[in-house]
């Protein structure tokens, strides 16, 4: 009985450790934050949040899934790779396994999809489409993004911005100017994240004739980018709340600063996959805490505003 428990337990790790946990946040930070800025504007419907919610966090795991599934078959995935799930290589799970689960939830989103088109509008079908494909195209494909230099700047489009958007106009009916606004300090974190995770592969990636930013940069510069960024998210945050397009509660998100510094400074001076993986960490967490002060920052407005 003990050692049938045990072999249940290591494969729900396996499945587990397949979605890459580490990278959600670029799916529901996006999400809460689209939805404090509907409850902001006095619109909030539970069921699309959560429907959302659900929709958004599979098609992040789904293109975990086929990154896991195409590295394996272009021959990126080792034993000894660093950052994956390892369900092939490591666990023995077949590869068509892997790849039928990332399109099984692909399929789950799209009905997810339908509901939620069919309470705001079917426009969002296509773009939800159009998202996907760019999940799929991400490894896959003829010429996968993940091989050029547009990797950083496809992921944190499709994972902020629109994503940010998509969420607050299936509640309100609109978006606006504001929106957009706040949404673009979300995708140069979540393209920060991205930017990370191609620093640590950088030597590996150039074996495999991939042409990431940081290969074209070099390390050093691509660290040195990656400070950057994380500088202007903060500061067009900064920059909103003087133009009074999102509220001073909004600078909570200076509480983060020191995750930020703690991302760099764990990249500078590291060579090895292994050594770099808390930088990719603490790079991912800035993220997280970023966008959950920021939707806490509009919910005390909220909260404010309705009891004056």
């Known amino acids: ?57 599979l098609i992040q795991t789904a293109t975990n899934m086929f990154n896991e599934y195409y590295d394996y078959v272009r021959g990126l995935d080792t034993s000894e790779s660093v950052g994956i799930g390892g369900t092939i290589v490591r666990d023995g799970v077949k590869p068509k396994v892997v790849r039928n689960l990332a399109f099984a939830a692909y399929g789950i989103a799209m009905l997810l999809g339908v509901y939620i088109c069919s309470a705001s509008s079917w426009w969002i079908a296509l773009i939800g489409l159009v998202c996907m494909a760019v999940g799929y195209l991400y490894t896959g ?16 489009f499709f994972m902020g911005p629109v994503i940010i958007l998509i969420a607050c106009f299936i509640q309100t009916g609109t978006v606006t100017a504001a929106n957009f606004h706040v949404s673009l300090s979300v995708g140069l974190l979540i393209g920060a994240i991205n930017l990370s ?9 150039k074996e495999h004739g991939r042409k990431t930013l940081p290969i074209l940069l070099g390390r050093s510069r691509a660290v040195t980018l990656l ?13 909103l709340v003087v133009r009074q397009q999102v509220t001073p509660w909004a600078l909570l998100v200076l509480l983060s600063v020191p995750k930020a510094v703690q991302a760099v400074r764990r ?14 960490k603490s790079t991912a967490q800035l993220n997280t805490l970023f966008g959950m002060l920021l939707t806490v920052g509009l919910i005390i407005e909220l909260l404010i505003g309705g009891a004056a």
Not at 197 to 205: H, K, M, S, T, V
């Open 227 to 239: 400070a950057v960024v994380f500088a202007v998210a903060f500061l067009w945050i900064a920059f």
């Open 1 to 57: 009985m003990q050692t049938q428990m045990q072999f249940q337990t290591n494969r729900a790790d396996v499945w587990w450790r397949l979605t890459r946990p580490h990278t959600l946040t670029a799916s529901f930070v996006p999400v809460f934050i689209g939805t404090a800025m509907a409850a902001y504007e006095g619109h909030f419907h539970f069921l699309l949040f959560f429907a959302m919610l659900a929709a958004s966090m």
């Open 197 to 205: 995770n191609n620093i640590r592969d950088l030597e590996g990636d």
């Open 141 to 156: 494909g003829p010429l996968p993004i993940s091989y050029t230099p547009l990797g950083e700047l496809f992921s944190g």
């Open 267 to 280: 990249f500078r001076g590291k060579r090895t996959p292994a050594e770099m993986m808390p930088a990719m």
